[in-house]
Every structure is written in C-alpha cells, then in structure tokens.
C-alpha cells in the first residue's frame, strides 16, 4: 500500500511540475475516481501549487528532485501520531503533506530567482547551446543559466524565431502562453494573435512537437507545417499560419489578390499605425504585390499607384481614398 501511495504522489508532483504520459495520466485519474478522500488530497496539493505560481514564475523548473522531496513527504507521513485515522481520512496527515508540498515548490522558485537569465528584444541572440533566438519588439525570452542536465528549457512571452542546435540527448522546449513547444533541433516561429488570443507556430525546418500545457491534446509539425492554439476550447486549429504574422523577422509582406480591407489591417499590425479607408468600395479591391524592406510611406505609394488611390497623412491617422479600383 506505502509503495503505492509513494508512487501515486510522485505522479502527483509531476503532473503539477509538468506534463505526463497518457498512461500516468489514466493513473492519477483512476486513483481519483477511487474516494473522495482522494479527490480531497489531489485538491489541497493543486490550490498549494496555483497560490505558489501567483507569486512566482515557475514556468522553468531547475534541477530539482522531485521524487526525493516527495519521499521526504511520505516519511513525514509516516511519523503521524498514534491514534489517527488512515492516511486518507487524517486532516492532520493532509496538513503535514501540504505543509512540505510549499516548502518544495517555495524552494524551486527560490532556485529559479536566482539562477535565470532574460534577453529583451534586441536583435540576434545566442544561447549557451549555441541556439540562436530573433525577438520581436516587446518580447523577452527567460532560463536557467547552462539550462539543466536533461532538457534545454525557455520562456518565451511576445514572439520570437528559433534556429535550434541539435542535440537528440537534450531536447529543446519553449514554454509559450498555453503551450509548449518540443525540437531536438530546427527552426520555427512562435507568436501570438491578441485579437483572438490564439498561439501560433510555424515550422521553417526539421520536426516540432506542439502540446497544450499540463494535460491536453499535442500536434506534430514539419517544415512548412503550421498550427494555431485555441485556449478557449483547448484544441488545435487547422489553419495556416500568414507569413505576414513574421515580418518583424523577415521584413517582407506578401499578397496575392487580397481584399484592400484585409491589406490595409495587415500594414496597421505590422507598421503599428492607423490606416482607414474613406468608403466601401475601395475596400473590396485587391492587391498582388510583394514588399521586401520598404518603408509605409513606400508600401502606400506603391499601393495608391497600383490601384489609382489617393492616401493623405493626417496628425492621428492616414486616409487612403478614392472613387474605385483601376
């Protein structure tokens, strides 16, 4: 029954530190379906944990053991006074374990504070693989110092381009938002959509494995693959990613017969301004042009030539006009 037990609370600290296996995941489901002194246990050790990631970044755990902290747990356990009831029904027992359980994760975050590097966004970067990381404006990517003995993890918030070095024995992960992103190496982009609050990645070279945090579904791409993450439904969209989410990486855009509404939307994300359109029938004009490291100014003289439009800068924003397209 102890080796149970000791078994069912290290897939506890697992699942709560990372994701499990499917087969671990049957498990600590099947223990939980088993009482409601079960369901009582997992709930105390799961808000511990949430309370702890409130006042804390623990997106990236360090070199911790988790199983031997938790064998510490057990024999604490172990040593309840004499009289109480078994371990799943003793409020005591449940006192002690949650008690050690924010010792532990007080200690990894203690860890992580004072050992984790962050890059802004500042142009190429190199890591201590030799991996090389492009940020956006905005975006900061954060990690262990050497990362650790098994995987090379980060954390990334904005959007960022990786180019991976390869190690088959040391896998590469990028924790982002609501997912994690898995290579041994190769290069992708991750970036996010606020105006539907969807996780993008898209693959340039080599394999990704993309899986939603703790428990859920996961993708496998390739190169050219792409996938969009939904939080609200915690599923994966089948859906190209635009090559146009990444200009701040490659500085080009690219439209083939796009609707002027849907150009102009791209021009205001990428060149962080405020275009609008005098009416509705220029809108439904399209475009099929590449830009490769123009200016705005340049973008929408090209734009206004094309089409026969006028664009006028005004102090709060630029109006493009004009009776119709040529």
């Not at 511990?48 to 970044?57: F, H, V, Y």
């Not at 990704?208 to 994966?236: C, E, H, I, Y």
Request: charged fraction near 20%; include cysteine; glycine fraction near 6%.
């Amino acid at each position: 029954m102890n080796e149970s037990k000791n078994h069912i609370d290290q897939l506890i600290a697992k699942s709560l530190d990372g994701p499990v296996t499917e087969d671990e995941q049957a498990l600590i489901d099947q223990w939980l379906s088993g009482s409601p002194e079960n369901q009582e246990y997992f709930q105390q050790i799961s808000e511990l944990w949430k309370t702890t990631e409130k006042t804390g970044d623990i997106g990236i755990v360090p070199d911790f053991d988790v199983e031997d902290a938790w064998e510490k747990v057990n024999n604490e356990l172990n040593k309840r006074p004499e009289g109480t009831a078994s371990w799943q029904n003793s409020r005591w027992i449940m006192g002690v374990a949650a008690s050690l359980t924010l010792l532990i994760i007080s200690a990894i975050l203690l860890f992580q504070k004072e050992e984790t590097i962050s890059i802004a966004s500042a142009g190429p970067s190199t890591l201590p693989d030799n991996s090389t990381i492009v940020l956006n404006d905005n975006s900061t990517l954060t990690y262990r110092e050497g990362f650790n003995e098994t995987t090379r993890e980060v954390e990334l918030t904005g959007a960022g381009y990786f180019d991976v070095t390869k190690n088959d024995e040391k896998p590469f992960i990028v924790h982002f938002r609501n997912i994690s992103v898995k290579v041994v190496g190769t290069s992708f982009y991750i970036s996010h959509d606020s105006t539907n609050n969807h996780s993008m990645v898209k693959v340039t070279s080599g394999i990704v494995t993309v899986s939603a945090l703790k428990t859920g579904p996961f993708v496998r791409l390739t190169a050219g693959m792409s996938t969009v993450f939904d939080p609200q439904t915690n599923q994966f969209i089948n859906r190209t990613v635009d090559n146009n989410n990444f200009f701040w990486h490659t500085g080009k855009l690219v439209f083939d017969q796009q609707e002027l509404r849907n150009v102009i939307h791209t021009l205001n994300r990428v060149y962080h301004t405020n275009i609008v359109l005098n009416n509705g029938a220029i809108a439904n004009c399209r475009l099929t042009t590449t830009f490769d490291g123009q200016s705005l100014e340049e973008v929408l003289k090209i734009i206004s030539m094309t089409l026969g439009l006028r664009v006028d800068y005004g102090p709060d924003f630029i109006k493009v006009s004009g009776d119709g397209c040529q």
